[in-house]
């Protein structure tokens, strides 16, 4: 049977023209090592190529194609090869193996190579004047040798004149011998016309200068004038605050900008001159200090400045100029020290006492009491002796009889009959 099987074989390859093929010494060994490499007919390896070859066969160099590959596999289209690692100094970009850039740093004995294979990234940092992933930027041409090798600051300014953190800004005009560190702060001090850390603002105008340009005019730090103010008409530590134009000749204190030699109209106050006397004062001038009308108050207001308005209901609307309380009394119905308040609906024609706002003219009928607010009872302060009551029933009656008022006399004789009453009843002692 066997003999058969044999026979059977040898007739196929003569019938296919086959022969026995050796595998490629690139196939690669498969887990067992009595494995085939390769199938004997087609010679395909079948578990893949050595490193550095590829094709079906693994009879093709990596490096043919691409000099630097180490590793490769053939594309799906059969066209061209795919590195996969590439030999020290290279790395890999889009399956091809590229040269590390010429400015990578190239450390002499490393086993390490000079950039990472996978992005290029130089490993051991960039030769002098470059900067960045791939060291392919250029550090400013006022940097001092080298600069931060992934921001590109540079470590130190080539210039004493220039600043900032890639040395491209220039020290301020203001800086002394135009010199300042990388932070840009003048390492001199600032010239006598500037002021600040890195002395960028020029000394106010209106300071005054010395002779001696070498002198300085401003503090270098706050920019305060040493020298004071021209012409005394600015004011403020660095003069840059004009004097009120309503002092006399324009001239006020440096320190608090008070009008030094007062002000040039009785119309305005204040030390610095800048208030206007209020609308209410008689002749419009007013005292300087305080601003208390030099005249009196318009009809009608009160106050230092006149500028409170009177009650309304005092009479003829004049009132007190300090307190302004009504001198003249209230208008009829109100009372109290600026009548406001209201005389009770139950006082006689509504007119009561100007200090308690007591009913000066008795009650209405069916009312009782100092400010008629008690009906049918009696209350303690109505229970004053009759004499009192009879002393407002005698005033009253008088003015009765000027006016011919019988209205009022049947009310007042209505209280005397009333009151005259509530004393027998307390006589009787019931």
Known sequence: MIEILGLSVMLLRIATGAENVTCSNFCEQGANSTTETCNHISGACLHGCKDGFYGSNCTQRCSDIDVNCERCVEKNDNNGIECERCSMNNYLSSGKCLQCNYWCLVEPGSAESTCRQEDGYCNHGCKTGRYGFMCGERCSSTCKDVCHRDTGNCLECKYPSYCGPTCKMQCQDGCLLQQCNQSCQCVNGCTATHWGETCPTVCNTHCIKPADPSIRVCNSSDGTCLLGCEGERFWGNQCDESCSNNCVNGKCEQDTGN??????????????????????????????????????????????????????????????????????????GSYGNNCENTCSTTCLNRRCDIIDGSCTEGCISGFKGRTCKTGNKINAEDTQPQIRNQQVYTTLQHRQDENHDTTKYDVLRFREENTTEQTMYENSGL
């Open 259 to 332: 009008c030094s030699e007062g002000c040039s109209s009785r119309r305005v106050y204040g030390w610095s001159c800048n208030e206007k006397c209020h609308e209410n004062c008689l002749g419009g001038t007013c005292k300087r200090a305080d601003g208390y009308c030099d005249e009196e108050c318009r009809v009608g207001t009160f106050g230092i400045e006149c500028n409170f308005n009177c009650s309304e209901n005092c009479k003829d609307t004049i009132c007190n100029r300090q307190s302004g309380y009504c001198d003249n009394g209230c208008k009829d």
